[in-house]
């Protein structure tokens, strides 16, 4: 079975600060992996993927991640919050002909002015 | 381009009733798939349909059933609801073939309450 681990439910980052945001996967065979980010009462939006190709991935309003096989991590980062970013996020894991995403706890991101 | 959507938004039930929630997929995909998210979780993996048939199945009780209609749109029922099955449902649909089948895109969710 695919699993991720996102530590840390609430994050907190200041205006303008890096975020940094941990994902760990478990997968037997190659994983596809995604971030999604969802904002309240909303459903979820896909950020960025990694399926297999360059191992940093950039995503939208900013974001990026970076594949490490030697670590089985999926980090996603942003070098500047904005208020905006103010959500939560899920790290999830499938792979090749699953097509079943498995979710972490997510991280709630609260962005300090 | 119409994304994925989901009706009712929002939907109060008494414990024992039953419940239908509806997905119309995005345009061009033919797979649906159904998530349980539970206040202060990730979303959890209840099943997927395609070709009207229910292909992959996740840890969830029989009470939880599904339908897919020539059209691809789906339907996803609760029977005998207890107080645990409030959540936010959500529905993702995806692309059988091409480039990206294993990419979803999620509606807005249905927010069940039972009481």
């Known amino acids: 079975a695919q699993s991720v681990t996102q530590l840390g439910s609430h994050v907190s980052v200041s205006e303008g600060a890096l975020v940094l945001l941990r994902c760990n996967y478990s997968?037997?065979?190659?994983?596809?992996l995604f971030w999604y980010v969802q904002y309240p009462n909303q459903g979820l939006q896909l950020l960025l993927k990694y399926t297999s190709a360059a191992t940093l991935v950039k995503g939208i309003n900013g974001f990026e991640a970076e594949f490490k096989k030697s670590e089985t991590s999926f980090h996603l980062t942003k070098p500047s919050a904005h208020m905006s970013d103010a959500a939560e996020y899920f790290c999830a894991v499938t792979s090749y002909g699953n097509n079943r995403l498995a979710f972490g706890k997510g991280n709630q991101v609260v962005v300090i002015p | 381009d119409a994304g994925v959507t989901q009706s009712p938004t929002h939907l109060i039930k008494t414990r024992g009733q039953q419940v239908t929630l509806r997905c119309s997929p995005k345009s061009g995909h033919d797979t649906v798939s159904w998530y349980q998210q539970a206040l202060g979780q990730g979303p959890q993996f209840i099943f997927q349909?395609?070709?009207?048939?229910?292909?992959q199945r996740g840890n969830f009780p029989d009470r939880f059933s599904g339908h897919q209609f020539p059209n691809y749109s789906s339907e996803l029922n609760v029977n005998a609801l207890l107080l645990g099955d409030s959540a936010l449902y959500l529905c993702a649909s995806s692309p059988s073939t091409g480039l990206t089948p294993y990419e979803q895109y999620f509606g807005p969710g249905t927010r069940l309450t039972v009481t």
């Open positions: 349909y395609y070709e009207e048939e229910e292909r």
């Open positions: 997968s037997s065979v190659p994983p596809y």
